[in-house]
């Protein structure tokens, strides 16, 4: 995994809407940090900067080393609809060069860790809000992103499924060690995943606390 440096970030976009303030904090690799805060505070923007999808105003996004490879969760899962599971998985990583049988064989673990090995053939429609959502999950593991983005993934779930994906997603992340950024305005949520809570607030967004959290999972 990688750690990465957010450095004066700060945005305005075209329209003249500051979305962010002026951010900087240090994530260390293999940290899980919740971006914590109220609609509109400029959480999606800190990912949507990460991920260069939008360039910063000032400021910058640095990286130790290398620039890590990204994973990118969204609350909507953007899975193609005429394609099964398993595809959904593999043609990405068929795009980028990887072997139909190897792509294949890795979608099919990928499934596997997310508890859906019964449903590789499986179109999206067919999958409930939680295995859509599961899916998307093993789609950005797949690749063995360094760095995982998550902008409110579960937002739009049910509690009890909401729930059992958090314990899924700790327990992926315990294994892999990838840099987690979770953006969320679940207090629960933050606590109950994160190492540490970067907490957001106003227009635009600003830091306005920066907290260790002092139970962080694995937890007796
Ligand atoms: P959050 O994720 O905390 O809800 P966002 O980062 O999505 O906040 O948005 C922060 C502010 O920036 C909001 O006022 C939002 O309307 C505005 N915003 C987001 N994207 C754009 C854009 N492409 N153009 C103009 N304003 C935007
Ligand atoms: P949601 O609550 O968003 O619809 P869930 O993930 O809770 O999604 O799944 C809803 C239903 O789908 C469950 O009642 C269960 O029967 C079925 N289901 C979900 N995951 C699996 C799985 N791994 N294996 C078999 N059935 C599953």
């Given at each position: 995994?990688?750690?990465?440096?957010l450095?004066?970030?700060?945005?305005?976009f075209?329209?003249?809407?500051?979305?962010?303030?002026?951010?900087?904090a240090?994530?260390?690799?293999?940290a899980?940090?919740s971006l914590?805060?109220?609609?509109g505070?400029?959480?999606?923007?800190?990912?949507?900067l990460?991920a260069g999808?939008?360039?910063?105003?000032r400021?910058?996004v640095g990286w130790p080393q290398?620039?890590?490879?990204?994973g990118?969760i969204?609350q909507?899962?953007?899975l193609?609809a005429?394609?099964?599971?398993?595809?959904?998985?593999?043609?990405?990583?068929?795009?980028?060069?990887?072997?139909?049988?190897?792509?294949?064989?890795?979608?099919?673990?990928?499934?596997?860790?997310?508890g859906?090995a019964g449903?590789?053939?499986?179109?999206p429609r067919e999958l409930?809000?939680?295995?859509r959502?599961r899916?998307?999950?093993?789609r950005?593991?797949?690749?063995?992103p360094?760095v995982?983005l998550?902008?409110?993934?579960?937002a739009?779930?049910?509690e009890?499924?909401?729930g059992?994906?958090n314990?899924d997603l700790l327990?992926?992340?315990?294994?892999?060690?990838?840099?987690g950024?979770?953006?969320t305005?679940?207090?629960?949520?933050?606590?109950?995943?994160?190492?540490?809570?970067?907490i957001?607030s106003?227009?635009?967004?600003?830091?306005?606390a920066?907290?260790?959290n002092?139970?962080p999972y694995p937890?007796?």
């Amino acid at each position: 995994s990688s750690g990465l440096r957010l450095d004066r970030l700060a945005k305005t976009f075209p329209n003249g809407t500051a979305a962010l303030g002026e951010l900087s904090a240090d994530i260390e690799a293999g940290a899980f940090v919740s971006l914590l805060g109220p609609s509109g505070c400029g959480k999606s923007t800190v990912l949507r900067l990460i991920a260069g999808l939008e360039e910063p105003t000032r400021g910058r996004v640095g990286w130790p080393q290398t620039r890590g490879s990204l994973g990118f969760i969204f609350q909507e899962p953007t899975l193609m609809a005429w394609a099964t599971a398993t595809n959904n998985i593999a043609l990405p990583l068929e795009l980028a060069g990887m072997a139909k049988s190897e792509a294949r064989e890795r979608a099919r673990v990928a499934l596997e860790k997310v508890g859906l090995a019964g449903f590789a053939d499986a179109l999206p429609r067919e999958l409930s809000g939680g295995m859509r959502m599961r899916v998307s999950i093993a789609r950005a593991l797949v690749a063995d992103p360094d760095v995982l983005l998550m902008d409110e993934p579960f937002a739009a779930l049910d509690e009890f499924t909401r729930g059992k994906l958090n314990d899924d997603l700790l327990r992926l992340w315990a294994e892999r060690r990838f840099t987690g950024i979770f953006v969320t305005h679940s207090v629960f949520e933050a606590v109950y995943l994160s190492q540490r809570i970067l907490i957001l607030s106003g227009r635009p967004g600003r830091l306005v606390a920066d907290i260790e959290n002092p139970a962080p999972y694995p937890r007796e």
